[in-house]
């Protein structure tokens, strides 16, 4: 029988061993498994294809069921959108999902943003394309007194943000605002509709005295920064023109070129 020492000593070695082997499973991370290889479709199962001899979900958007498209070899939900061409109801493309738009440097050329809508121009080839009181100018229908000229405003206006029940100018409204005074600076001689908004809680007229009030705060906020008073007007909308894209989106105040 082995002597209480060397009982010991052997149980000391299994009990490190145990110890040190747990160690290296518990050091060793989670592996992804390896994607089956395949020399052909009939090599994989679950509705898997056969792509440089690995077995994926798809090879094209063909391989993916309705709704999805093949990206990277894996079937991902379709976006709404690519373009903004595919976007309707006057919305932009952003990140895929078609959305209201902000600001009239969202709208394209010649486009405008009226109530989180793009009001666009018609495209057009030749002048037939166009209405009759209409000239198709570098590829757009517009009116001959409407198309853009080099003494055009050279930068866009930004909307502002406001929160619930609030006509307080929130941080980061201030930033695009900064921005604005820098656009106004720049379009000096050009004047500007400050359109203020609400979303459709309260009654009518504490809304379009709400919305005036944000009008004036935004109004004011660009006053300090040194653009001159005289270059505002401003235009309270109350509930009247909500965006369809949520209470946050309808809260706010809309600067629009003279």
């Given amino acids: 029988m082995p002597s209480p020492t060397v009982t010991f000593f052997r149980s000391t070695l299994v009990a490190g061993a145990a110890l040190g082997l747990a160690g290296l ?5 989670d592996k992804k498994p390896k994607t089956p290889s395949c020399d052909g479709d009939k090599d994989c199962k679950d509705g898997l294809v056969c ?13 993916c069921p309705d709704g999805k498209v093949c990206k990277d070899n894996a079937c991902i939900a379709k976006p709404q959108c690519s373009t903004d061409d595919d976007c309707a109801d006057g919305k932009v493309c952003k990140d895929g999902a078609c959305m209201a738009c902000a600001s009239d440097g969202e709208c394209g050329p010649g ?9 666009r121009p018609k495209k057009c080839s030749v002048d037939e394309d166009c209405a009759d009181d209409e000239d198709c100018v570098d590829g757009l229908c517009q009116k001959p007194w409407q198309a853009p000229t080099a003494d055009g405003p050279s930068c866009s206006l930004e909307t502002v943000y406001f929160a619930y029940d ?3 100018v929130a941080g980061p409204e201030r930033d695009r605002l900064d921005k604005n005074s820098q656009c106004l ?8 509709t400050l359109v203020g908004h609400t979303d459709a809680s309260g009654t009518d007229e504490y809304n379009i005295a709400l919305s005036e009030r944000r009008a004036r705060a935004v109004a004011d906020y660009l006053s300090r920064l040194g653009v001159d008073p005289a270059r505002f007007q401003i235009v309270p909308k109350g509930e009247t023109e909500v965006t369809g894209s949520g209470d946050d989106k309808d809260r706010r105040v809309e600067s629009k070129w003279q």
């Fill in 25 to 29: 499973l518990a050091g060793c991370p």
């Fill in 185 to 192: 600076e720049k379009e000096a001689k050009r004047n500007v």
């Fill in 51 to 63: 792509v440089d001899k690995r077995c994926v979900q798809c090879a094209n958007n063909d391989d």
């Fill in 111 to 119: 486009g405008t943003c009226e109530s989180g809508a793009c009001n």
């Fill in 166 to 168: 609030s006509d307080a």
